[in-house]
């Protein structure tokens, strides 16, 4: 393979979106007509290798994707939900979510004493938590979805185990969510750290 | 510019800062000789000159100042103090400095290592394009039922229901003498007119000694009194300012 | 080329982060030694024919990433600039997290002798170092992420180098020890030591 068929391999590799042929060529600094002629031997070559990947020219330019003999393999590596073991980051934001649904972003951040945003927006993409309209104040609320109650074997969000067990200091009595806000500022620095309650 | 390249123009020292630094550990200048007041001021002009702030490097200049502040310090206590455990011999000191440069060097060394090893991988591009629709949204009557435990957000939450530890402050020594008992202290001692400092602090403990100094420098502010010194470590002469006698004289 | 070995390019393609090797042998429905080998001659043959593409083990999985070769093209077609190189306070902090995971801000603070917060801020944004769990004090602990080990070519953590290997020579070590001990004697010798006062 030349030196311009492999960087064009790259460039569409790269490229999300299909490549107009001038873009192309000015990537790779050669003239249009041996752009196109590299795109077409790459394209075949692709093809007669029967490789895993497809070069062609569609609306707005050339493309890349992976070969349709693929697709059956790849539906079942890909389309099932990504499982891999939660952050502790991700670990507590869910917990908040789950235990104190609805609940916005800002009280999630006050309660862990550090900005929930990129395990908030992991959970959101793996599907775990969504978005439940607006609190009063015009922060986004988060509750839980069906696919979490599916992954952690649970028919409702009424099953989830009782804190009681994990509580390091049960003799306090006050509702949950006031005990995470105060030992949340208190891990702030923002109260003193004595049991006042 | 980082604050290691400071240009000093100092009394025993020309130079950029951190060739300071070298010197002063090596021991081939004198630490005690070294007016740091001198190097503050020559940042401060700096900045001024500048016109903006950058937080980094003055940051980096106020821990090597204050590292400098503290060597120097400690080379100026009297050794064979003993009743003084609060802080470090000048040889611990020393030690503790030492680790400290030595681990900063290591992790400085891991992290040119690290960058340059970023700039050797960045031609590998890595695909960021969105998953073909068909591919997009996994459907939740297809997810494995039961893959996390419940028991992980119980746990995770009982973390976050712990209060911190309140911060243990039994190594920081009690108070056991104030401003204004060392205030009172001096005033007594002031309608005699004037005293030798030495004699305010006969026998006191360096925190007494620390305190009546803030209590003498009250007085002054409140131009109660003032004093004299004719050479560095002569006898320090209190005495009752012009104004504050008069008022007495008046009373 | 065979079929597992295309399929297993076309699904390299698809995923946009590093692929265990037991996924992906579920995936194209082959024993896990026969997905090794097929992966192994897939790198081969993409190195061997001078293609665009690599095949590679990073961050505890197989990736595909574009040929260093194209990255002038690339930089030309995808008008981005480089990733930023990491600035000495951000390359400091991640270098700490690297060697003494799960280590702490203060932690960090302490070593680097400077505050580590916009840097360990910035690092968290670019993806390269996550929330790890908590102190036994509650501070927030850090480590390296997957996306770290990618982007620097790594399989594992435990594949970076000693970090003893940038110490100073114990000739080095020794004489530093030397002068400051010295130096720290000599001067509390030279100074007034009464105790009168």
Redesign the interface.
């Known amino acids: 393979m030349n030196e311009v068929e492999r960087t064009l391999e790259a460039l569409l590799f790269l490229s999300a979106d299909p490549v107009p042929l001038d873009a192309l060529a000015e990537a790779v600094q050669a003239p249009l007509h041996v752009t196109a002629s590299a795109l077409e031997s790459l394209r075949e070559s692709l093809d007669f290798e029967r490789r895993g990947l497809v070069v062609r020219e569609v609306a707005g330019g050339w493309a890349m994707s992976s070969h349709p003999d693929a697709e059956e393999a790849a539906r079942r590596l890909l389309r099932k939900p990504r499982t891999p073991p939660l952050t502790p980051a991700q670990a507590e934001t869910l917990a908040i979510v789950a235990y104190l649904q609805p609940v916005s972003r800002p009280e999630i951040a006050r309660i862990r004493g550090v900005s929930a945003e990129s395990a908030a927006a992991t959970l959101i993409e793996r599907g775990l938590i969504e978005e439940a309209g607006r609190s009063r104040f015009g922060a986004v609320l988060y509750r839980t979805t069906e696919l979490f109650l599916r992954l952690f074997g649970l028919n409702e969000v009424g099953d989830l185990p009782d804190v009681a067990e994990w509580d390091p200091s049960p003799e306090v009595e006050a509702a949950l969510r006031d005990r995470l806000l105060r030992a949340g500022e208190a891990r702030a620095g923002l109260a003193p750290a004595t049991d006042s309650a | 510019m980082r604050a290691a390249d400071l240009e000093l123009d100092l009394d025993v020292f020309t130079g950029p800062f951190d060739l300071l630094l070298t010197l002063v550990?090596?021991?081939e200048l004198d630490?005690?000789e070294v007016d740091l007041a001198d190097v503050v001021l020559t940042y401060l002009d700096h900045l001024e000159g500048r016109g903006e702030l950058d937080?980094?490097v003055t940051?980096?200049f106020l821990?090597l100042i204050a590292?400098l502040l503290e060597l120097k310090s400690?080379?100026?206590?009297?050794?064979?103090?003993v009743d003084f455990d609060l802080e470090l011999?000048?040889?611990e000191?020393?030690?503790e400095?030492?680790a400290?440069?030595?681990?900063?060097?290591?992790?400085?060394?891991?992290?040119?290592?690290?960058?340059d090893?970023?700039?050797?991988?960045?031609?590998?591009?890595?695909?960021?394009?969105?998953?073909?629709p068909?591919?997009r949204r996994?459907r939740?009557d297809?997810?494995?039922?039961?893959?996390?435990?419940?028991?992980?957000?119980?746990?995770?939450?009982?973390?976050?229901?712990?209060?911190?530890?309140?911060?243990d402050l039994h190594h920081v020594t009690d108070v056991k003498v104030t401003v204004s008992e060392r205030v009172a202290h001096l005033r007594a001692l002031l309608r005699r007119g004037s005293f030798d400092f030495?004699e305010a602090?006969a026998r006191a403990d360096r925190t007494t000694?620390a305190v009546t100094l803030f209590a003498l420098l009250e007085l002054y502010k409140r131009g109660e009194a003032t004093w004299t010194q004719d050479e560095p470590?002569a006898a320090i002469t209190v005495r009752a300012s012009a104004s504050a006698a008069s008022e007495a004289a008046r009373a």
């Open positions: 550990l090596r021991e630490l005690l937080l980094e940051t980096e821990v590292a400690r080379l100026m206590l009297p050794r064979e103090e011999e000048p040889g000191a020393a030690e400095l030492l400290r440069l030595l681990e900063a060097h290591r992790f400085r060394g891991a992290a040119s290592f690290l960058a090893r970023l700039a050797d991988e960045e031609g590998h591009r890595f695909r960021s394009a969105p998953l073909p068909w591919l996994a939740t297809e997810a494995p039922t039961g893959v996390y435990a419940p028991a992980l957000l119980g746990a995770a939450l009982g973390g976050l229901l712990r209060m911190p530890a309140p911060i030495d602090v000694v470590f």
